[in-house]
């Protein structure tokens, strides 16, 4: 099933909508399904998984035919577990998103933060709110699958004491307050999502391409490598380096990168980087979300 998604974003597709199952971790609420909801729209068939794995998985068995999942947050980086699963299923990615993520201190009606004792987020949520628990050392963080869960844990429970982090909307969803409003450290705190299907798609309008590869542990090799995309005029966007799972202190490296599969300086780029490494993979080739 190949569907468009750029045109599916503005909303020109309608016939392919209808078709569309779109799986995502968490439940609703979480950043995952805002994500999912700002490039899909509301109106699609939606599975939600309690685990990124279980995405991939899904995706495998064909319960979806997207899977969109946190890349990286432009303030703690990559999400790692994300690029592994990319390479062990050997996915790809067709699209992205991006959204700022807005943390919020949540807990039940007329709880303040003189009565809170134990706060529940995913890690990330706790990372990128350093600040505010340094200055609150006594309250003891508990980590969770994702901060809707934990809202949605932390109404279940009823208890003053708890509090999660969690976004306006899922406060809202599972009635909760807000304690305190962006305790995130940085106010320009975003995260990027990919859209991931079972199949490489291809399109005229797309303008960022993601490759993956592996080299032989040679003085110079990435050097030579990563010259080639300069001496095609590519503009180079990220480089992200994996453990190998097959070979002990070899890397897999995940570059991304400006243009399309159509253009000839990108070819070329290919062609001579493909030459050099001990494994190449095309990841995608997809439209870049504009900030």
């Known amino acids: 099933m190949v569907v468009d998604l750029y045109d599916y974003r503005q909303g020109i597709s309608s016939k392919d909508k209808s078709n569309i199952k779109v799986g995502y971790q968490g439940v609703k609420g979480s950043f995952s399904e805002e994500a999912m909801i700002e490039f899909f729209g509301y109106n699609q068939d939606t599975v939600n998984y309690e685990k990124f794995e279980d995405v991939f998985i899904g995706l495998k068995k064909d319960e979806i035919d997207y899977g969109i999942l946190p890349f990286e947050n432009s303030c703690t980086g990559a999400i790692t577990a994300v690029y592994d699963l990319l390479s062990k299923y050997g996915f790809y990615i067709v699209g992205e998103e991006c ?61 003053k004491s708890k509090a999660a982090i969690a976004s306006t909307r899922a406060a809202k969803i599972y009635g909760l307050d807000v304690i305190e409003e962006e305790i995130n450290d940085n106010e320009s ?35 030579n490598l990563l010259g080639y995309f300069a001496q095609n005029q590519i503009n180079m966007v990220k480089v992200e380096s ?48 504009e900030i």
């Not at 159509?262 to 780029?269: G, H, P, R, T, Y």
């Open 242 to 289: 994996r453990p190998s799972k097959n070979h002990l202190w070899e890397y897999v490296l995940y570059v991304d990168f400006e243009g399309n599969i159509n253009d000839e300086n990108v070819k070329n780029a290919i062609n001579l980087i493909e030459k050099k490494c001990k494994y190449f993979k095309l990841l995608g080739c997809y439209k870049k979300k």
């Open 189 to 223: 705190n975003n995260t990027k999502f990919v859209i991931i299907s079972k199949n490489l798609e291809l399109r005229e309008d797309c303008n960022k391409m993601t490759v993956t590869f592996s080299l032989d542990n040679k003085a110079g090799t990435l050097y």
């Open 99 to 159: 959204i700022k993520i807005k943390q919020n201190l949540v807990g039940i009606k007329g709880a303040k933060v003189e009565d809170i004792e134990e706060v529940y987020s995913h890690p990330q949520g706790f990372e990128q709110s350093k600040i505010f628990f340094k200055d609150h050392e006594d309250l003891k963080l508990i980590y969770f699958y994702n901060t809707a869960i934990s809202a949605k844990h932390v109404s279940e429970l009823n208890d």
